[in-house]
């Protein structure tokens, strides 16, 4: 049974920072696209961030650029999501989400070509608010 389970949300000042975590279990993280994604009242949900687990390569939407890194640790089979220089337009409940991906779809992750409708396991999410 896969699940993901997230972590690390909390209140913040802005400017503050933050780590969200994602611990995977029911499947090893060896090659897997994970996603980051939120969700604001009211809004569409928005991915943040990927990461292609075979290479480490990344992916980051333009709201989060120069703000927020995403790494994985395949050992502990957690990915996380370390996020700086906080605001209040980065209030959202963040998910962890992930799809088994072969090495010819990893240029997909990195370049944020998946779509959320394309990952299969997602977590329950954790809030994060910055006031």
């Known amino acids: 049974h896969v699940q993901l389970v997230e972590s690390g949300g909390g209140s913040v000042q802005t400017g503050g920072s933050l780590t969200l975590s994602c611990v995977a279990s029911?499947?090893?993280?060896?090659?897997?696209?994970m996603g980051w994604y939120r969700q604001a009242p009211g809004k569409e949900r928005e991915g943040v961030a990927y990461?292609?687990?075979?290479?480490?390569?990344?992916y980051f939407a333009d709201s989060v650029k120069g703000r927020f890194t995403i790494s994985h640790d395949n050992a502990e089979n957690t990915v996380y999501l370390q996020m700086n220089s906080l605001t209040p337009e980065d209030t959202a409940m963040y998910y962890c989400?992930?799809?088994?991906?072969?090495?010819?779809?990893?240029?997909?992750?990195?370049?944020?070509?998946?779509?959320?409708?394309?990952?299969?396991?997602w977590g329950q999410g954790t809030q994060v608010t910055v006031s």
């Open positions: 989400a992930a799809v088994s991906a072969p090495s010819q779809w990893g240029a997909a992750c990195r370049g944020g070509r998946f779509r959320s409708q394309d990952f299969g396991f």
């Open positions: 029911g499947y090893t993280l060896s090659r897997y696209c």
């Open positions: 990461i292609y687990t075979a290479d480490g390569s990344a």
